[in-house]
């Protein structure tokens, strides 16, 4: 009897979110409906246009306890170092994916781990993901405490198909709208970091430590030796006069018009 009245409830749930394809509310009842069938500590709705600042469509924290100030820093540029953005631009498939998948093989030895997304994005990770085309993507992400084990991956991919066509309705009949102008248009941090002392391969360089790839995989990733990828990681460390992976990180966040002492 009790599964029944909770198999009755999620069919409600699941109205209340047809009836809010098109509306403010719909992510809302999306993520609610979510976390009926699987437990997670937050979620956060985000569009990522193929050029340009993203947009947070839905920002939730089932403890209320949700950092603004986080969420600003991120926009102003800290989700370039973001895998499941660098995934999207990357063009991933429609799906629903699991940081393992998408993070670099360091990943969480990075500064960004470390200082950013540990605290606030928490252990473990994963994404609804739907591309649309030159629009950029739609993401869904669902951020635990604890990692999400087989069942409960086995799940979320069990419903994934309609969360994704339901993402991709609302996207249909609102979010394609144009976004109100921004004020102030973020700079490009990445673009801007380290610009005009560094050459260009030491800044691809620099980009690839701060996502959190290993010397061998940022060799594998440019087709090069890990050997001429450590000279330039010593050559753009001499040249910002710094000697590690978390002063580098430092100088990132400084860029962001961010000062690293800040909590």
Same mark, same amino acid.
């Given at each position: 009897?009790?599964?029944?009245?909770? #198999?009755?409830?999620?069919?409600?749930?699941?109205?209340?979110?047809?009836?809010?394809?098109?509306?403010?509310?719909?992510?809302?009842?999306?993520?609610?409906?979510?976390?009926?069938?699987?437990?997670?500590?937050?979620?956060?709705?985000?569009? =990522?246009? !193929?050029?340009?600042?993203?947009?947070?469509?839905?920002?939730?924290?089932?403890?209320?306890?949700?950092?603004?100030?986080?969420?600003?820093?991120?926009?102003?540029?800290?989700?370039?170092?973001?895998?499941?953005?660098?995934?999207?631009?990357?063009?991933?498939?429609?799906?629903?994916?699991?940081?393992?998948?998408?993070?670099?093989?360091?990943?969480?030895?990075?500064?960004?781990?470390?200082?950013?997304?540990?605290?606030?994005?928490?252990?473990?990770?994963?994404?609804?993901?739907?591309?649309?085309?030159?629009?950029?993507?739609?993401?869904?992400?669902?951020?635990?405490?604890?990692?999400?084990?087989?069942?409960?991956?086995?799940?979320?991919?069990?419903?994934?198909?309609?969360?994704?066509?339901?993402?991709?309705?609302?996207?249909?009949?609102?979010?394609?709208?144009?976004?109100?102008?921004?004020?102030?248009?973020?700079?490009?941090?990445?673009?801007?970091?380290?610009?005009?002392?560094?050459? #260009?391969?030491?800044? #691809?360089?620099? !980009?690839?430590?701060?996502?959190? =790839?290993?010397?061998?995989?940022?060799?594998? !990733?440019?087709?090069?030796?890990?050997?001429?990828?450590?000279?330039? !990681?010593?050559?753009? =460390?001499?040249?910002l006069d710094i000697a590690s992976q978390p002063e580098l990180f430092s100088l990132f966040?400084?860029?962001?018009?961010?000062?690293?002492?800040?909590?």
């Amino acid at each position: 009897m009790h599964n029944l009245f909770l #198999e009755a409830s999620a069919h409600a749930g699941l109205a209340r979110t047809v009836e809010q394809l098109g509306q403010p509310r719909f992510w809302r009842q999306l993520i609610l409906l979510l976390q009926q069938w699987q437990a997670f500590d937050n979620a956060l709705a985000m569009h =990522y246009p !193929r050029d340009g600042v993203p947009r947070a469509l839905e920002i939730f924290d089932a403890s209320d306890a949700g950092n603004t100030e986080a969420m600003a820093l991120y926009l102003s540029g800290l989700y370039q170092l973001d895998p499941f953005h660098q995934a999207c631009q990357e063009g991933i498939g429609d799906g629903l994916h699991r940081l393992e998948e998408v993070a670099p093989d360091q990943f969480r030895q990075s500064e960004y781990y470390l200082k950013y997304f540990h605290d606030h994005v928490l252990e473990d990770e994963v994404q609804f993901i739907l591309q649309l085309g030159d629009a950029g993507a739609l993401s869904l992400s669902l951020g635990r405490r604890e990692r999400f084990d087989a069942q409960a991956h086995g799940l979320l991919t069990l419903v994934c198909p309609w969360v994704l066509a339901l993402m991709a309705q609302h996207w249909q009949r609102q979010e394609q709208r144009p976004a109100p102008a921004m004020a102030s248009q973020v700079r490009d941090a990445m673009s801007l970091f380290g610009a005009k002392v560094l050459s #260009e391969r030491e800044l #691809e360089i620099a !980009r690839l430590i701060l996502r959190g =790839y290993s010397s061998k995989a940022m060799a594998e !990733r440019l087709a090069i030796s890990p050997e001429t990828v450590k000279v330039h !990681r010593r050559h753009l =460390y001499a040249k910002l006069d710094i000697a590690s992976q978390p002063e580098l990180f430092s100088l990132f966040l400084q860029s962001l018009g961010h000062d690293p002492q800040d909590p």
